[in-house]
């Protein structure tokens, strides 16, 4: 499957959801937001909610600091 992730299109070979892709990235224990398709997906919603091939997916990750 093909997704644009952050602006770029990359192919997602057995990625059927938002957490698996997540996962895939080594984001699973990272605090971040994810937006497909223009909307926001919350966290109780990434493994129910199914990722199709050309799908725009932003993904942001918090970075603490002071």
């Given amino acids: 499957m093909n997704i644009i992730l952050n602006g770029l299109t990359e192919a997602f070979p057995g990625i059927h959801s938002v957490a698996e892709l997540i996962t895939h990235l ?11 398709n223009g909307e926001i997906v919350p966290k109780s919603q990434h493994a129910s909610t199914a990722l199709q091939d050309g799908d725009t997916i932003e993904i942001v990750v918090a970075v603490g600091g002071g």
């Fill in 26 to 36: 080594g984001y699973a224990d990272k605090r971040i937001a994810v937006e497909l």
